[in-house]
């Protein structure tokens, strides 16, 4: 793919992930709502302030870039270092336990089995997950494997792992398909349910393909669900970006409608849409809102001139 073209769809889900996040964090924990309502919330907000969602993609981001790839032991060491620079930011409950866990000598990759145990299968893995869905997207093999292990930081129960995985992947196909070509619902769908491993997520891939036409939003919630579990989250994500894939407005305002865990899925949705269609189509009186926007955005170019410097294949 031409390079600037690679460059804008970076830039597209980083700040596409954060102003999905920010604008569903003033609905997080709600019911469902009318699309309306959410557009006109989004008018009224002078400013977009992003959670942890766009707070731990940030780190993934800076993680990868500094240590030219996956390095476990730096990536917990930035999560932590940006958690205490900013504890405020709507963090899950299991996360700033497990840093604590670590700061006391335990490994970064063993901390996360003491939480629920056998580890947690929240979204906040996933919610993270999209730098490495961008870096590693022509070789989803490797792309799975750091999917893995940067779960594991905090995530190790094999739904939480699966479910960054598939988060992950439908970034890379989203990015590898160009912004003018329209997205193939059937093939998109298809290649998940072969990348994905486990049973429960190819059924909800299933599901995902039953309910595209689907105009009652209560049953979209009923099977696909907004929980802050991952099996009920990353699914409702992905739909929500095949539901309108051509536009990553009515891809956000759409999730935020669903209620629930508002802030993760429109930031999950936010990413894959931002990846395909890229920055330009992100509405420029929302990205200009945004908190940190400039942070961001440096950090989306140079992780599109990481692909270039770090062993991705
Ligand atoms: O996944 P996590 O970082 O939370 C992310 C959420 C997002 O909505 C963010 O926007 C922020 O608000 O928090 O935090 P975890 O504590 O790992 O998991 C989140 C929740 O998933 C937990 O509080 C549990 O309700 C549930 N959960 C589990 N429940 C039972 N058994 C996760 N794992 C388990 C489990 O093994
Ligand atoms: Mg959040
Ligand atoms: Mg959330």
């Not at 700033?96 to 003491?114: L, V």
Request: hydrophobic share 40%; proline share 3%; charged share 25%.
């Amino acid at each position: 793919m031409h390079k600037r073209k690679l460059r804008l769809k970076f830039l597209g889900c980083l700040v596409g992930t954060a102003i999905g996040d920010a604008l569903g964090a003033r609905r997080e924990g709600r019911g469902m709502s009318r699309s309306e309502d959410v557009v006109s919330l989004a008018e009224k907000l002078e400013q977009l302030i992003y959670t942890d969602d766009t707070h731990m993609t940030i780190g993934i981001a800076e993680s990868l870039i500094e240590s030219k790839g996956f390095n476990g032991e730096h990536m917990a060491q930035t999560f932590i270092k940006n958690y205490e620079a900013e504890p405020w930011r709507g963090y899950g409950p299991g996360p700033p336990r497990i840093f604590g866990m670590i700061k006391s000598g335990e490994a970064w990759y063993s901390a996360a089995n003491r939480l629920y145990r056998g580890g947690s299968f929240g979204n906040g893995s996933a919610m993270r997950v999209a730098p490495v869905g961008l870096l590693y997207s022509r070789n989803l093999e490797k792309l799975r494997r750091i999917a893995y292990q940067s779960s594991s930081i905090t995530h190790s129960h094999e739904l939480g792992k699966e479910e960054a995985a598939l988060q992950a992947c439908a970034v890379a196909l989203a990015l590898n398909t160009p912004s003018d070509e329209e997205i193939d619902k059937e093939t998109f769908l298809s290649r998940l349910q072969n990348f994905i491993q486990d049973r429960l997520y190819k059924e909800k891939v299933a599901q995902i393909r039953e309910l595209l036409g689907e105009q009652d939003k209560a049953k979209v919630v009923a099977v696909l669900g907004n929980g802050m579990e991952a099996p009920r989250s990353v699914p409702t994500a992905i739909y929500c970006f095949l539901r309108q894939p051509q536009s990553y407005k009515d891809t956000v305002i759409y999730a935020i409608s669903l209620g629930g865990d508002t802030d993760t899925i429109a930031a999950m949705a936010g990413a894959i849409s931002g990846a395909y269609r890229g920055i330009e189509a992100v509405p420029s009186e929302w990205r200009a809102k945004l908190e940190n926007r400039e942070y961001i955005e440096a950090l989306a170019e140079n992780l599109a001139t990481s692909v270039n410097n770090v062993n991705v294949e």
